[in-house]
């Protein structure tokens, strides 16, 4: 940054500097909030330093012992965790063993040569035992210690405070304190950016500096993070004195001062790097930081004070949320890590990183409960407002003209469809209700669903799909069942039991078996409809039909035609997962593309088999995919017009390879799963007029709250359902009709039984 910017700067009054800073900060991204919940680890009270502002620090005879034991930091760390924590953040003093005779002591008779060592023992122990994510601020590192503690905690912190070298001068408050020289701090921030360390740092405003120093700290912060890309967030911490210590008696920043440098860090700074001022310290002026071009408040903790500020308490997050909805910026839980440290390659540690993934939404932010699909416990919210309690706030005109533009019928661009997955708070609740509205617009009141039973004929699968738990090969068997291949004898023979029950649609699937060809799908056809003339046969995925294809030599069309002639009636439209190759690639290589999938659904479509349409979610992929794939069902519909309904389903992780071996997230967040039923609908209007949820996976009252989000279909009875049991779904493999009419009951609707291709029961199917 050249001298004439920071003139400029310097010269702009407050008012306009404001208005920079908010517009800058409202180009970054969604309108929104963010904070880390996490509880407070003070490892050790000792330091090498003697700031003259600092309450934190001690000497070894006002303290029982120089250190937390291990013990003493896991039930800290349990604590936090029980209480929703996902961050444990580890403050100390710097190495305070290169001071204190006592700290060396206690270090050796445990086996550690420094305090850096004995927290990442720590921190480890805290990861292994709670799963919660550990912050380190340490203070001063070398590369070598950034290095060694990537594997196990997901970021650092080291605040720069200032630049200004005369605050370390006799009378100065860094008199006394080598760890706080500007260049050893610089030095020590630059090592964490070439160990690729997700950093935390900031100044300290109010001790002394100018302006134009406070400006010169910035800069350099930013000339490090262009270097290196490491910096998450720069803090921007008002000096507040403290009784008892040589700074007592400073009165610390004005009002303006204090807004002026929030203002001037937003600006400085590179958009890519969030600007945080701690609530806790500013309790009585949230609102006009928010103001000041902010973006997130750091961490805050339920559990445990603020050790370095004890006398200032956190917020409540009530109130917080409330101040930053009026704001039109709802508050957003995040994690420790930032999320594009998550996204983009060579951040996260490979061991830190199926920790992360725990804890994230899709969008790497943390998640928003523990709920998770499958789940035997009831869902966070009910049909009388699916997202749970929302704090009421302002919502955009741009939103409103993206949701006045769907309703329309005009298609949205991917952009756009990210923007509504995107939505928060009231902004959320504005999608949920849009797509609600679209639904009684388009379907009404009534709820549908089928009696059908699912066979899925064989669990042996040539495919290595990284979600699946359900096929089993020599590599996969063994999670809960075992390989199975039934005859078609017995499948006609469950198709029997099933209309004996009152279905009126078996669904036929399985594994890709290395010995079914074309032929074998074919037999399996004509056994069920042999013993059952009457009933529709819903059956055979894309990547079935592909196998089948390919193993007679026949084009998919005439496949699909040949199983037509012999009595198919319609294909259930999965295998789909997420179309789009950038992630198809990692989780199911070897399977289906995007465009050889919509090619052959397409090529059913036109010789006239009428097929679903599906989206499996909660793993590894992002909104962004999530609007690709939306948009390439609707285009295909526009086509084609086979689609009969589209149906959302979220993974079910306990039992999936991938979430195993730590590769994927736990499913959708509830709010996800809310939004992209909500989403789907709004998106296909005019395309396709049937959402469907899934009570294998949401459970009964989860599906009720969806049919309050857009849904009009709750799919069919399902008779003997194991793809979802087997991934861990706890919801059961069948429901009474009388279960799918309390369903709709609780969401004040109405029930109806229709067919497969959503005709009235009465009329031929």
């Known amino acids: 940054m050249g001298t004439g910017l920071k003139a400029r700067l310097a010269a702009t009054p407050t008012v306009a500097l404001l208005d920079e800073a908010r517009a800058s900060r409202d180009s970054r991204g969604p309108a929104r909030m963010t904070y880390s919940r996490k509880v407070f680890i003070p490892l050790t009270r000792l330091c090498a330093d003697v700031c ?75 990861l292994i035992e709670t799963g919660l994510l550990p912050h380190v601020n340490a203070g001063v590192l070398n590369q070598a210690d950034y290095e060694m503690l990537r594997p196990v905690a997901a970021s650092c912190g080291l605040m720069l405070e200032t630049t200004a070298d005369r605050l370390g001068d006799k009378g100065g408050p860094h008199f006394g304190s080598p760890d706080k020289v500007p260049a050893v701090r610089l030095a020590s921030l630059e090592a964490a950016g070439r160990a690729h360390m997700p950093t935390t740092s900031g100044i300290l405003v109010g001790i002394g500096e100018t302006e134009e120093e406070r400006i010169e700290a910035l800069v350099a912060l930013n000339d490090l993070h262009r270097r290196h890309g490491h910096l998450q967030e720069v803090i921007i911490q008002n000096f507040c004195a403290k009784d008892g210590t040589k700074m007592a008696g400073i009165p610390g920043v004005s009002d303006e001062e204090f807004l002026r440098a929030l203002a001037l860090a937003r600006i400085i700074m590179d958009d890519s790097v969030s600007v945080q001022a701690p609530p806790n310290l500013n309790d009585a002026r949230l609102g006009r930081l928010i103001d000041a071009g902010i973006d997130d408040w750091g961490g805050i903790s339920p559990v445990t004070r603020d050790h370095v500020n004890p006398e200032a308490p956190w917020p409540e997050i009530a109130r917080l949320e409330q101040i930053c909805a009026s704001a039109g910026r709802p508050l957003v839980e995040r994690l420790t890590v930032y999320p594009r440290y998550i996204a983009e390659p060579g951040w996260l540690d490979d061991a830190i990183r199926p920790a992360v993934l725990r804890l994230a939404d899709s969008e790497w932010l943390g998640r928003d409960s523990a709920w998770s699909p499958g789940m035997a416990e009831a869902a966070p919210s009910g049909p009388n407002s699916p997202l749970g309690r929302v704090t009421p706030g302002p919502v955009s005109m741009k939103l409103h003209a993206l949701l006045d533009r769907a309703a329309d019928g005009h298609e949205l661009s991917g952009a756009e469809i990210v923007t509504l997955f995107s939505a928060r708070g009231a902004q959320a609740q504005a999608v949920v209700e849009a797509a609600d509205a679209l639904r009684a617009e388009t379907r009404g009141d009534e709820v549908t669903y089928v009696i ?25 068997a063994g999670f809960r069942d075992k390989p199975y291949d039934l005859d078609p004898a017995e499948v006609a023979d469950r198709a029997r039991e099933a209309v004996a029950k009152g279905a009126t649609e078996v669904c036929l699937q399985g594994g890709i078996h290395p010995r079914y060809t074309g032929d074998t799908y074919a037999g399996i056809l004509r056994a069920v409809k042999q013993a059952c003339p009457d009933l529709h046969v819903h059956a055979f995925s894309p990547l079935e039909v592909h196998q089948g294809a390919t193993t007679l030599g026949m084009t998919v069309s005439d496949f699909l035609s040949m199983l037509k002639d012999a009595g198919l009636g319609s294909l259930p439209g999965t295998a789909a997962e997420i179309l789009d190759d950038e992630v198809r690639q990692v989780i199911c290589p070897d399977k289906l593309t995007t465009q050889l999938w919509l090619d052959i659904v397409g090529a059913a479509h036109k010789v006239g088999l009428p097929t679903t349409s599906t989206i499996m979610f909660g793993h590894i992929e992002t909104p962004i995919h999530w609007a690709r794939h939306l948009l390439a069902i609707r285009r295909l519909q526009g086509e084609t017009g086979g689609f009969t309904e589209f149906v959302p389903l979220p993974l079910v992780h306990m039992e999936s390879p991938m979430y195993r071996r730590g590769q994927s997230r736990k499913g ?94 009465e009329e031929p199917v």
Not at 677 to 706: E, F, N, P, Y
Request: net charge positive.
């Open 452 to 476: 059908n039973r699912n066979i899925n004929y064989t669990n042996i699968c040539t495919y290595t799909c990284s979600f699946c738990a359900f096929s089993k090969t020599s590599s996969k």
């Open 52 to 126: 003259h502002y600092c309450t934190f620090a001690t000497t070894p005879s006002q303290v029982p012992t120089p250190y937390l034991s291990v013990e003493q930091v896991i039930e800290i760390a349990r604590e936090g965790a029980a209480a929703g924590c996902k961050e444990a953040l580890f403050t100390l003093g710097d190495a305070p063993e290169r001071r204190y005779a006592a700290a060396r002591e206690w270090l050796e008779a445990r086996g550690f040569a420094r305090t850096i060592d004995y927290v990442r023992y720590c921190a480890e122990r805290v």
């Open 668 to 761: 959708p967040t509830w709010r996800e799963a809310v939004m992209m039923h909500a989403v789907s609908r709004i998106v296909l209007h005019t395309r396709i007029s049937s959402i469907q949820c899934s009570w294998v996976k949401l459970g009964a009252d989860g599906a009720a709250a969806m049919l309050a989000a857009g849904c009009n279909d709750l799919g069919g009875v399902l008779m003997n359902e194991s793809i979802s049991r087997a991934a861990g779904a706890s919801h059961g493999q069948e429901l009474t009709v009388d279960s799918l009419e309390a369903i709709a009951k609780a969401a004040g609707r109405t029930l109806r039984q229709r067919t497969t291709l959503y005709g009235r029961v």
